[in-house]
């Protein structure tokens, strides 16, 4: 339900009665989000008061706050909803949008109230009170009377009317006057109180509608009741008035700067509560206070110059800020969370940034903190506030640009390919503008990773070239390494591996000559996945091990788990299992230690790919399933898609085909969704290889073409000779051998050109097979053969004795009919005839 209506008009009173009198029936909580306050806070809040389980990062509130109130009967109230609202949509990054719009598409005993001065645009939120208006003369009376107003009835009515019944002008002209003659308070004082012309005022025939007389009269009593005010209360009001939400007497001392006893700041803010400047309220046995929005206007507007004000409340901030290794959530950063806050305010943007970066990219600061956790909304709320912010004079400062490409790694992170390339964009835009070859550079290589990440490789190669060209020019050795790494990494998906190879080791060869260890370290980690991909996995497992022990010597934690995990990748296609789980687990547990939620995301998955193959399925099912729900809380789309397609091939195994294919559908549309054009061909095949296993050949082929198609499109020479391959089963499932070795052929003649001896040889052997079911036994042999001696190069014993059984089987002699037994033969012929005689004697 939503409750319309403008500033003190009664809106937060009408849902507060409404709470109260469903206590009873229902379980409630009141977000009061006046402050602009960030989902994740309000989420996050909301559960623990519920004791229902908070999910570590906060990509997941929205969806685990729906489900809260699915499984309890709950009244959540949102006041002040339109502090969050711009032109009637939700700020960028806020997840408030997510939460409604999950909301209003669900059935639930629970309720939501919002009271708001602006609609949100939301399609399906119907259920709307209609605008509030004033009290009636009546009720106004009333009202007046219970404030403690001694007039007759007639007075307090005609005021109420005067006024149109606007609740907050009739509380602060009640206030007033209690406060001014508490004996005896009464309207004829108002003359006194300055007030006199008031309801010449409100009568006036320019000050027209409820809305109006509301500003002007509001304006006029909070006039009068702002010069009783002494100067230190002036002071105190003045500079609260910056801080957001709720806060106590010790934080006002603070932001104020008066030189007065911690009791007598306390005193003073009661007062101010009595007189109806702040609302105050009792939160876990503390005094704690806030302002209505229409009065903190007026005395943001009444205060001038805040800037003493918010750098006292840095200051403090400061000063309780926790040690950089205690971190852990996002409530261990709440500080400097308000100090970035407080120098926007100030609009020192540059210091906002330094409180994100300290300057530079510490491994430690604010924003790698962030990363690390998954909190990447957070990370687009508060750079999109530079960002947007930014004085236009002073956007060539190398710090506009870093928060820029910051945006971008952040929306990258939650998987929003083209908003990132937007940011990355602008910011080699600005680069180019002002002749910053370096930036120019970085930019382009960022607009590589982006398109790199939508699968449109060609067109990654395109932007790596260009940075890499520049890099060159300018002599810049470092961002020609990585320019060339990114080149390899590109070779690399599209299978080129030789190629790939090529690049890594140019990057390899640079970093060293520059003395770049972590450049060093990634570039032979790189030559490590190349050579596992060419099936050299004793060769890959001495570039990773070289990879970890740099990564080990320059305190790279992040860089140190992924080595081990692309050591455990080796160890696993050497069929060595429980060593490569080993490795994974060691993976899995740096990843959890220094807070990086995808790379525990990344172990689990691998964990479950280990398991799989070992035949414990429903154990590998529990590791996908984990890997699943924190790809979905940090919202790596690319990585939730992957885990959806690890799930299907558990279920797959376990001979639920159904449902394998219901995860692979998951996947695939996600896939698309982001514009993954590899993962959505990935998906594909997976679907086709599921409806193989149900014998629905036909629609397997088709699915396998498309994923043919798109592989061919992108040019992922691996990804066509894996679709060619299984089309090849699908059409020998149907008999048509014919096809199936054409299909196996053209998979064996891009795997030779991509040089992976363990793809080639599973061709080899599919070849085989399908030979043999046409009789071509010299050709099967030849191809057996050729499987088995490079499964044998690779030192994968049973693959070859798989090869040994097949050729055994097609070189063994036809066996010999029995040779006859006279004497059964004998007995065979004695029974016969007693048979034919017992049937004559019938006769």
């Known amino acids: 339900m939503g409750i319309e209506g403008t500033g003190g008009i009664g809106k937060t009173s009408l849902a507060a009665k409404v709470f109260e009198e469903l206590n009873a029936e229902y379980r409630g909580y009141w977000a009061d989000v006046s402050a602009g306050a960030i989902f994740t806070n309000v989420a996050r809040a909301v559960l623990a008061h519920f004791q229902y389980p908070i999910p570590e990062s906060e990509t997941a509130l929205p969806g685990t706050l729906v489900s809260c109130l699915q499984q309890t009967k709950c009244l959540l109230v949102f006041d002040n909803l339109e502090t969050v609202l711009r032109n009637g949509q939700f700020v960028s990054g806020s997840f408030y949008d997510a939460f409604f719009r999950s909301w209003l598409n669900l059935k639930s005993d629970s309720a939501v109230v919002v009271t708001t001065r602006e609609r949100p645009n939301l399609r399906g939120f119907n259920h709307w009170l209609p605008p509030l208006t004033g009290l009636s003369e009546t009720e106004g009376a009333a009202f007046l009377k219970g404030r403690g107003l001694t007039d007759d009835e007639a007075k307090l009515r005609e005021f109420s009317r005067l006024v149109d019944g606007y609740p907050l002008l009739l509380r602060l002209v009640a206030d007033l006057l209690v406060d001014d003659s508490p004996q005896n308070p009464r309207l004829e004082r108002l003359s006194q109180l300055g007030l006199d012309s008031l309801p010449e005022l409100l009568a006036h025939p320019e000050v027209r509608g409820t809305h109006r007389q509301a500003e002007v009269g509001i304006v006029a009593v909070l006039d009068a009741s702002y010069q009783r005010l002494s100067e230190d209360a002036k002071t105190l009001l003045h ?47 503390a005094r704690v206070y806030d302002f209505q929005q229409v009065v903190l206007a007026y005395v943001q507007h009444k205060a001038g110059d805040l800037t003493a004000a918010h750098q006292r409340a840095i200051v403090d901030y400061q000063s ?70 930014w004085p236009e004079v002073d956007r060539q400062n190398w710090k506009f640009r870093a928060a820029l490409t910051s945006l971008g790694n952040a929306y990258h992170s939650l998987g929003q390919f083209q908003r990132s390339i937007e940011f990355y964009q602008q910011s080699l835009d600005i680069s180019r503008e002002i002749g910053n070859r370096q930036g120019e550079a970085a930019s382009l290589g960022n607009l590589g990773n982006a398109y790199h990440s939508l699968g449109q490789f060609q067109r990654s190669i395109e932007f790596y070239q260009q940075s890499l060209d520049i890099s060159r020019e300018i002599g810049y050795r470092q961002g020609e390494a990585n320019s060339l790494g990114s080149l390899g990494n590109a070779y690399y998906s599209l299978g080129q591996y030789q190629r790939s190879i090529e690049f890594h080791q140019q990057q390899l060869d640079i970093s060293r000559e520059i003395g770049y260890r972590r450049g060093e370290a990634n570039s032979l980690g790189s030559l490590g996945n190349a050579y596992y991909s060419l099936g050299q996995f004793q060769r890959s497992i001495e570039f990773h091990q070289q990879s970890l022990d740099i990564k080990r010597e320059i305190g790279d934690r992040r860089g140190e788990a992924i080595s081990l995990g692309s050591l455990g990748n080796a160890y696993y296609s050497l069929g060595q299992f429980q060593r ?97 054009r590899q993962g959505e061909a990935a998906s594909l095949g997976n679907l086709g290889n599921a409806y193989d296993s149900l014998g629905q050949y036909q629609r397997s082929i088709e699915f396998h073409q498309q994923c043919l198609d798109i592989s061919r499109e992108i040019g992922d020479r691996q990804g066509e000779a894996i679709s060619l391959n299984n089309l090849g089963e699908a059409y020998q499932h149907l008999e048509n051998y014919q096809q ?15 040089g992976n001896p363990q793809s080639q040889a599973m061709s080899w052997a599919n070849l085989g097979e399908a030979l043999s079911k046409i009789d071509r036994v010299d050709d099967a042999l030849g191809a057996y053969r050729n499987a088995r001696e490079l499964y044998q190069s690779m030192e994968l014993e049973t ?17 010999s009919p029995p040779k006859p037994n006279l004497w059964q033969w004998l007995k065979q012929q004695v029974r016969r005839f007693w048979r034919v005689f017992r049937q004559l004697l019938r006769r």
């Open 320 to 389: 309780r800020v926790k040690p950089r290794g205690d971190w852990e959530s996002l409530d261990d950063v709440s500080e400097y969370l308000e100090i970035f806050y407080h120098y926007c305010q100030l609009g020192a943007y540059e210091s906002a940034f330094d409180t994100l970066r300290d300057g530079a990219y510490s491994s430690d600061c604010l924003d790698r903190f962030l990363d690390l956790r998954g909190y990447n909304s957070t990370r687009v709320e508060l750079y999109s506030q530079l960002v947007e912010n």
């Open 740 to 754: 199936a070795i054409q299909c196996y052929q053209k998979a064996l003649a891009i795997k030779k050109d991509l």
């Open 580 to 676: 490569s789980i080993e490795f994974y687990q060691q993976s899995l547990d740096i990843s959890r230690e220094i807070g990086n939620r995808q790379g525990e995301a990344n172990s689990l998955g691998n964990l479950g790919n280990a398991y799989h193959s070992l035949g414990q399925f429903q154990r590998s099912i529990e590791f996908h399933q984990q890997s699943l729900d924190i790809s979905r809380e940090i919202g790596d789309r690319q990585g939730e898609a992957n885990s959806l397609n690890n799930l299907g091939s558990a279920y797959d195994s376990l001979g639920q085909f159904q449902r394998s294919i219901e995860f692979y559908q998951q996947s695939l549309d996600i896939s698309r969704e982001i514009g993954d």
């Open 239 to 285: 500079s609260v008035s910056v801080l957001r939400g709720e806060f106590e007497a010790e934080m006002a001392l603070a932001v104020s700067g008066l030189e007065k006893p911690p009791r007598e700041v306390a005193a003073d803010l009661r007062q101010l509560a009595r007189q109806s400047w702040l609302l105050e309220d009792e939160v876990k046995g």
């Open 799 to 815: 693959d070859v004795r798989d090869c040994d059984n097949a050729i055994q089987a097609l070189t063994a002699p036809p066996p």
